[in-house]
């Protein structure tokens, strides 16, 4: 790695507008699964959340129970303009290898694809503590190496099924089929589990 991917990074990306992760909208692959998951008291955490387009459509869709987490202090200011006035939001901004706690469902969008790729064993044994037993880490992954140093890092379906499955259950990681427009081809949708023996 040639630089350091720790808060002021990210701030300063935030800060010169250099996102180009950001749809601006919810992704429609995670509409799409969050259309058809039915536990609209499920705790809810989005690491890395960004603009956290997906948590307003998490809200529409009578979720109540919404934590955002990011390291940029410029992201979280615009989750709470973008959120202003929803209730049963909570805000961190903070390291996700720091944090606390038991959710049901935790989000994945561009936010594996964010951290060095050295640290994605820890990021998947993170996960398996913050998931409460029978929890759901869900989202997006990409599906293919990239031709250049990231972030973003690329990956492939037989590295994230060999990395997740070391502490989580695999029920389902697949091409997606409505991907946005740019990522079209690129991306996996991917459901885990946490399981009573895990």
């Known amino acids: 790695m040639s630089e350091k991917l720790d808060r002021h990074y990210w701030e300063n990306r935030y800060l010169t507008e250099d996102t180009p992760w950001s749809l601006g909208s919810p992704s429609p692959p995670i509409c799409h699964y969050i259309d058809q998951h039915t536990d609209r008291s ?19 869709c009578g979720y109540r129970d919404i934590t955002i987490c990011d390291i940029s202090p410029s992201a979280i200011e615009r989750s709470k303009a973008l959120m202003s006035g929803k209730d ?19 989000l994945e969008q561009t936010f594996f694809c964010a951290i060095d790729p050295a640290l994605r064993p820890a990021y ?20 293919s190496e990239f031709g250049k140093e990231g972030p973003p890092f690329g990956g492939n379906i037989d590295e994230y099924r060999s990395l997740f499955g070391n502490k989580l ?30």
């Open 88 to 106: 049963g939001i909570s805000y961190l901004t903070d390291d996700f290898f720091c944090l606390q706690g038991q959710y049901d469902l935790i």
């Open 169 to 198: 259950h695999i029920h389902s990681i697949d091409m997606c089929y409505n991907s946005v427009a740019p990522r079209q081809g690129n991306e996996l949708f991917f459901i885990c589990k946490k399981l009573a023996s895990m």
């Open 42 to 60: 499920a705790r809810v955490l989005i690491p890395g959340a960004g603009d956290s387009s997906d948590a307003a459509y998490l809200h529409d």
């Open 124 to 143: 998947v044994d993170k996960m398996a503590d913050l998931l409460a037993e029978g929890g759901t880490l869900a989202g997006l992954l990409f599906a």
